[in-house]
């Protein structure tokens, strides 16, 4: 079980809070967010999903072949409870205000009018399936990043659940030693130091947790500690920015042991968008899609 399984919706909003302490600049953003990740971990608690189930010989094969135990599209989820969590997120966004009000009205009618289907939605998701996307934005006119923001933030428990059932079928025993994740081949998000400095990398779709080595590049594989550089300021002393100089990709780390706070990964993704404007400056790529 990874960590960020255990977090309770009061320990999200001490996390919230201290970070707003240190950060106010970040308060608007901050709020909003809490509130969306309190509602994904209350509803990952209603959850019913029926764990995947994965051959022994097959689960060698992939083990053999450094293979995801499955793809984006095999995700299993609970679209029923993802609908109503989509709804409550609309609820968020209204009271939130700005831009993506007008968008999340459009999309709550468009579905009360039976023109959009949310199974649909969820599914066209999880099969990256753009046209998709692409074709029900220009139909409702809003923004096709703001639709896929809806469709994921409402799946999101559906896919932490699904790869915390799957991570029981992973070797414990033998590092996973890859850069992308091993439950569902998705590149990292995000970095982690912590205990004795060890290094975990987070899935920038499913929030598996893995652990990897510290000179190491997850987006090319790069392990030449010469082109592995870093940004560091001893105003944040709890973040760096990990860059690589060949394949000109960053990854944002946090140094758990550097911090007293609650550390929940996804909130600590978005509380440091100056370090993605800071990597950018220097024209160095995310490894991720940043929405
Ligand atoms: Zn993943
Ligand atoms: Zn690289």
Redesign the pocket.
């Known amino acids: 079980m990874s960590e960020n399984t255990t977090i309770t919706s009061n320990q999200i909003i001490k996390a919230v809070e201290s970070l707003k302490d240190l950060r106010p600049v970040y308060g608007t953003i901050l709020d909003f967010y809490g509130q969306i990740f309190v509602a994904q971990e209350d509803s990952k608690s209603k959850l019913h999903i029926d764990p995947i189930q994965i051959s022994e010989e097959m689960l060698s094969i992939k083990a053999e072949d450094n293979f995801?135990l499955i793809n984006?599209s095999e995700f299993a989820i609970d679209a029923k409870e993802a609908g109503d969590l989509l709804i409550t997120i609309c609820d968020i966004v209204k009271k939130a205000g700005g831009d993506m009000v007008s968008t999340n009205q459009t999309v709550l009618k468009a579905i009360e009018a039976g023109k959009l289907d949310q199974k649909e939605l969820f599914a066209s998701l999880l099969n990256e399936d753009d046209a998709f996307f692409e074709n029900t934005a220009t139909e409702l006119k809003i923004e096709k990043k703001a639709l896929a923001f809806i469709a994921y933030s409402s799946l999101k428990p559906s896919?932490s659940m699904c790869?915390e059932q799957l991570s029981a079928n992973l070797n414990k025993d033998k590092p996973w030693g890859k850069g992308?994740?091993?439950?569902?081949?998705?590149p990292p998000g995000l970095s982690m130091f912590q205990g004795e400095g060890e290094r975990f990398l987070f899935?920038?779709?499913?929030?598996?947790k893995w652990a990897s080595s510290r000179i190491f590049c997850p987006f090319c594989e790069n392990t030449d500690a010469k082109t592995l550089n870093y940004l560091y300021s001893e105003d944040e002393k709890e973040y760096r920015i990990d860059l690589c100089d060949k394949c000109k990709k960053y990854i944002k780390n946090i140094d758990k042991r550097k911090t007293d706070r609650i550390i929940y990964p996804p909130l600590e993704q978005v509380a440091t968008l100056h370090l993605d404007i800071k990597a950018k400056e220097i024209k160095y790529e995310s490894g991720i899609d940043l929405a």
């Open positions: 995801p984006i896919l790869a992308y994740c091993p439950i569902c081949g998705s899935c920038g779709f499913c929030w598996h």
